[in-house]
């Protein structure tokens, strides 16, 4: 399974632009990026997936490069409530043989006012 | 139900005693994951399972945690002889054959004394 990098904080202010980048140097071809949120004291929930290029939903976008050893989540115009904690995983989510979500310490994200 | 349902919320036991966490999965979900989640730390995944699919064990930390799951439904996570470093969270997570967004319980917290 391909193993990910990603930054243990990051502080922020409202309003700005928050970018998390994720490192998966040995990423498979037949993997997905996907990024879930966790609140304290609440189980993590699923933000965004994308596979290569660009992914935007309601939420957040999701920035994959040509060689998808890396993938960046962009929160535009964080506000408070957006402090939590942000993982990145890698695998076949897809319903192939391999099913099971790998979660790392993941980055802890402040807001401040 | 409306979302994944995990009892108890809170559990305290005495070391040596066994526990069970139940997990009630979203109507018509085949994916079923137990996740640890130790104070300050990332998810660890412990046990999935998938449809009718023997379950992928390879988290299982030890022989003395087990999990049993009937058909598509409810899945019962068992400690046995329960040591302290067994205190965590214990999250559940179900999800649609396919995806990878998972929907997590908002997990029990066991304590070990």
């Known amino acids: 399974l391909a193993k990910t990098t990603q930054p243990i904080s990051m502080d922020s202010y409202e309003g700005q632009e928050v970018n998390i980048t994720c490192s998966h140097n040995n990423i498979a071809t037949n993997d997905y990026i996907t990024w879930y949120q966790q609140f304290p004291s609440q189980g993590p929930r699923f933000i965004i997936q994308?596979?290569?290029t660009k992914v935007t939903n309601e939420v957040a976008s999701l920035f994959i490069p040509a060689d998808r050893k890396s993938s960046t989540l962009s929160l535009p115009r964080v506000s408070l409530s957006d402090t939590a904690v942000y993982y990145c995983?890698?695998?076949?989510?897809?319903?192939?043989?391999?099913?099971?979500?790998?979660f790392g310490r993941g980055t802890q994200l402040t807001v401040w006012p | 139900g409306a979302g994944v349902s995990q009892s108890p919320s809170n559990k305290v036991t005495e070391k040596g005693k066994d526990v069970e966490l139940r997990c009630d999965p979203i109507?018509?979900?085949?994916?079923l994951y137990w996740y640890r989640q130790r104070l300050g730390q990332g998810l660890e995944f412990l046990i999935y399972f998938q449809g009718n699919s023997a379950p992928d064990k390879s988290g299982l930390p030890s022989d003395r945690f087990s999990a049993e799951r009937t058909g598509e439904s409810v899945s019962t996570l068992t400690i046995q002889r329960t040591q302290q470093e067994d205190s965590a969270v214990y999250l559940c997570?179900?999800?649609?054959?396919?995806?990878?967004?998972?929907?997590f319980g908002q997990g029990t917290r066991l304590t070990v004394v």
């Open positions: 994308g596979y290569k």
């Open positions: 997570a179900s999800s649609r054959t396919g995806s990878a967004e998972a929907f």
């Open positions: 995983l890698v695998g076949d989510g897809r319903g192939s043989t391999l099913g099971r979500l790998y």
């Open positions: 109507s018509g979900h085949t994916a």
